[in-house]
């Protein structure tokens, strides 16, 4: 897995693929699938009204959780890549 300083370090798309590309396989295959999963979500829009703007908002938080972290603690700043999921990354495809 990576450290949050890795992740927080990512500003690009492409530096967050790169990132992901370290990923093991069954990581690897669990995040494409949440990926085509949001994208399949945003591409049925006119019906439930879920922009690539709010399936970040959904899911952004809980995919950049961090663990073991204090319940005392605030969580830590969003990262660019919870910032930045857009329908252009939700439909790009992580090539492993």
Do not use: Y
Not at 21 to 29: I, K, M, Y
Request: proline letters at 9%; aromatic letters at 4%.
């Amino acid at each position: 897995m990576f450290t949050p300083p890795q992740v927080m370090e990512c500003k690009s798309e492409e530096e967050s693929v790169a990132l992901v590309r370290q990923l093991p396989t069954t990581q690897a295959s669990l995040l494409d699938w949440a990926v085509n999963l949001m994208a399949d979500v945003v591409q049925q829009e006119a019906i439930n009204k879920m922009n690539s703007h709010n399936i970040a908002m959904v899911f952004a938080p809980n995919m950049t959780q961090v663990t073991n972290q204090p319940t005392n603690q605030p969580p830590p700043p969003k990262s660019s890549v919870s910032q930045g999921v857009d329908k252009d990354l939700l439909h790009s495809h992580f090539m492993m």
